[in-house]
Each structure stands twice: as C-alpha cells, then as structure tokens.
C-alpha cells in the first residue's frame, strides 16, 4: 500500500521560515508534489518535482520555497521562505505512481496525481 506522511508544520510569524518533509512508502513514484488549501478556498498547486529533479512551482511561491527530493529514502521536501499570512494553509504532499513514460513530467493539477497525504497545517502570525 503506497502512502505518503507529511510533517514539519506549525506556526511561525511574517518572514519567517519552515521546512515541510513528506516519506513515501511502498513503491516508486515520478513527479512529487506539494498542494495547500486554505479555509473556504480550494485546494490549489504550489510545487512540483519530476525523478530528473526537474520543479514548477506557482507564481505565488516562486522565488520563496524550494522543493527537492531524496530517492534514498522516498521523500520530498518544502522549504518555505519569506512567509507570509495568506501562506496559512493545510499542506498536502501528492506523488504520482511511477510509470517509465511519465518520469519528467510536472503535473499542476491535483487530479493528475494519485496519493495524497493527510496535511500538515502551516498557520503565519502577522
């Protein structure tokens, strides 16, 4: 059974920082990615990483947050910079099953992707 458990949230103030994990487990995965929602707001893209290490991320995020990934042990990883309150979310890591012909693709929609994670909640004080 393939899961996907995130961790690293929490609460922080404006202009500050937080490091997001995410460990997958039974199986291999292509692109790896991380999806927040908002109260009262849909679920929306914020970064995406391909088995080349290729990433997208979303205007929002860019230049603040990183994403990487670690094959060794399964795992993706948010490194969210220069935070601000309207990045107070629930955050959703999401891979997609590995299949040889989709290792460098960079989905944006959630429904392109088939795992998901529980949230982890990342609350910013102005």
């Known amino acids: 059974q393939m899961q996907l458990v995130e961790s690293g949230g929490g609460l922080v103030q404006t202009g500050g920082s937080l490091s997001l994990s995410c460990a997958g487990s039974?199986?291999?995965?292509?692109?790896m990615a991380w999806f927040r929602q908002a109260p009262g707001k849909e679920r929306e893209f914020v970064a995406t990483?391909?088995?080349?290490?290729?990433?997208r991320y979303s205007d929002s995020v860019k230049g603040r947050f990183t994403i990487s990934r670690d094959y060794t042990v399964n795992s993706v990883y948010l490194q969210m910079n220069s935070l601000q309150p309207e990045d107070t979310a629930v955050y959703y890591c999401?891979?997609?099953?590995?299949?040889?012909?989709?290792?460098?693709?960079?989905?944006?929609?959630?429904?392109?992707?088939?795992?998901w994670g529980r949230g982890t909640q990342v609350t910013v004080s102005s």
């Open positions: 999401a891979a997609v099953r590995f299949e040889a012909g989709g290792v460098l693709q960079l989905p944006f929609r959630a429904d392109e992707y088939d795992f």
């Open positions: 039974g199986g291999a995965f292509n692109a």
């Open positions: 990483i391909n088995r080349g290490t290729q990433t």
